[in-house]
T-cell receptor, first 115, second 118 residues
């Protein structure tokens, strides 16, 4: 069975601070995909990144960066110089290849960025 | 690209009525669509997987006669909540997987539908 753990329920930071959202996963599959989605108050899930299990390169996209560590089964997400617009719930998710492509979501981390 | 729409965005209905929610992939063909339910401050719960032209696959504990899913084309899936009751009030979100995205496994999500049953 697959499992995604986001231990941080809620994080509050002041604008311009850096913040890291943790994600730890469990799977028996050797081939899988990891995702991060952002859910702002409007409710729509916004796709942020996909990473496959064979690609451990870290990725940076503007103020966002992701650290994939297969050895510790972690896929952490860092926002640099946070902004109020970053306030949202962030979900980490995992899917195996094939098998119906079901996504297993973590419980989400509520990020609040204050002025 | 990869835009998914849902209609309606919000619906209020009386107990006992049926409500239909539409999910459309606007700029891509979706062989597979997924329906999720989300309660306040909780994660998404997968209800069913819908493949075009075939019957939906429901997750354990989800009543297929209560939540009717139809995926009649590569761009449209519908979820009908039959004989809705207050406990069905929730946020329903659909997602779609691109026909061309067979190796990428990415689901793109709609904006969600807030259902309130009085």
């Amino acid at each position: 069975a697959q499992k995604v753990t986001q231990a941080q329920t809620e994080i509050s930071v002041v604008e311009k601070e850096d913040v890291t959202l943790d994600c730890v996963y469990e799977t028996r599959d050797t081939t899988y995909y990891l995702f991060w989605y952002k859910q702002p108050p409007s409710g729509e899930l916004v796709f942020l990144i996909r990473r496959n299990s064979f690609d451990e390169q870290n990725e940076i996209s503007g103020r966002y960066s992701w650290n994939f560590q297969k050895s510790t089964s972690s896929f952490n997400f860092t926002i640099t110089a946070s902004q109020v617009v970053d306030s949202a719930v962030y979900f980490c998710a995992l899917t195996q290849t094939g098998g119906g492509n079901k996504l297993t979501f973590g419980t989400g981390t509520q990020l609040k960025v204050e002025l | 690209g990869a835009v998914v729409s849902q209609h309606p965005s919000r619906v209020i209905c009386k107990s006992g009525t049926s409500v239909k929610i539409e999910c459309r992939s606007l700029d891509f063909q979706a062989t597979t669509m997924f329906w999720y339910r989300q309660f306040p401050k909780q994660s998404l719960m997968l209800m069913a997987t819908s493949n075009e032209g075939s019957k939906a696959t429901y997750e354990q504990g989800v009543e297929k006669d209560k939540f009717l899913i139809n995926h009649a084309s590569l761009t449209l899936s519908t979820l009908t909540v039959t004989s809705a009751h207050p406990e069905d009030s929730s946020f329903y979100i659909c997602s779609a997987r691109s026909f061309r995205d067979l190796t990428q496994e990415t689901q793109y999500f709609g904006p969600g539908t807030r259902l309130l049953v009085l």
